[in-house]
């Protein structure tokens, strides 16, 4: 990878974000790896969580407008063209199986504050900053943004984000339930690699369907919901991570899953 380097380890992927000179700035080149590489995740029974962070000291300082966005320069491409492919990266993310984790040290702006956002769980560190900087750049919200924030701050506040663009430090987005820990910045690592192996550790077929049940819960009616529940218990109750974890709980140990 020329933008991204990918790591695994006890069923844990890290994607490490790679453009230190660019505060991570995400480039054509970005694009297409985070892509194939979200692609390559969800098809995998190896990987059990995955966890996103930026190199240098900054999480993603949002898109390399500079470098032309979201376009690889391979090919020259209509901005909605580009933008479709911007699109393909989120719901790629979203779509993944795996619980997501960001980890986010210094600035998370724009369309790198929305890639934070759209992780299932954010841990960031006291020095870590978050922007919708968009209206400052002439722009309107991408990268699921303006999905993302109303769920998450509610309606007027998210209009108060995206229009005024303001920094929020770490202890503003956690008070806003934009981030869900904050540590200090030499213990993020430490922090991240605890929660990553709990997770891993997790049973990854009841895991993904609370994922998708808590993704849908704005979209669907109370009884459609208990509906999706009943057909996902009726799959894990088929499992052997189920039968595995009642016969632990009755052992009195640690359950083992495996996906199964």
Not at 33 to 44: G, K, M, V
Not at 68 to 77: N, Q, S
């Amino acid at each position: 990878m020329e933008t991204i380097d990918v790591s695994r380890r006890d069923g844990i992927v890290t994607i490490t974000l790679n453009r230190p000179e660019k505060k991570n700035a995400i480039n054509g080149v970005m694009w297409d790896e985070l892509l194939a590489t979200f692609r390559e995740i969800d098809a995998s029974d190896a990987d059990r969580v995955v966890v996103i962070t930026g190199a240098g000291g900054a999480f993603c300082s949002g898109a390399d407008l500079s470098g032309g966005g979201a376009d690889t320069g391979t090919v020259a491409r209509h901005g909605l063209h580009n933008m479709r492919h911007v699109a393909d990266v989120c719901l790629a993310l979203h779509r993944l199986v795996q619980p997501t984790i960001a980890k986010v040290g210094g600035v998370a702006a724009g369309a790198g504050c929305n890639l934070a956002l759209g992780c299932d769980l954010i841990v960031a560190s006291d020095e870590a900053r978050f922007t919708e900087i968009f209206a400052k750049r002439g722009l309107s919200l991408d990268f699921g943004g303006s999905w993302l924030l109303p769920r998450l701050v509610g309606l007027h506040k998210a209009k108060e984000l995206a229009l005024f663009a303001d920094i929020l430090s770490a202890k503003e987005a956690e008070g806003l339930g934009l981030v869900n820990r904050v540590v200090p910045a030499d213990s993020l690592d430490a922090f991240v690699d605890e929660w990553a192996l709990r997770l891993a550790a997790g049973p990854p077929i009841a895991l993904a369907q609370s994922k998708r049940l808590l993704n849908n819960a704005f979209e669907v009616t109370l009884e459609q919901a208990l509906h999706d529940e009943g057909a996902a218990q009726t799959v894990n109750f088929a499992t052997k991570d189920t039968a595995e974890a009642m016969a632990a709980f009755v052992q009195k140990r640690t359950p083992s899953f495996n996906g199964r």
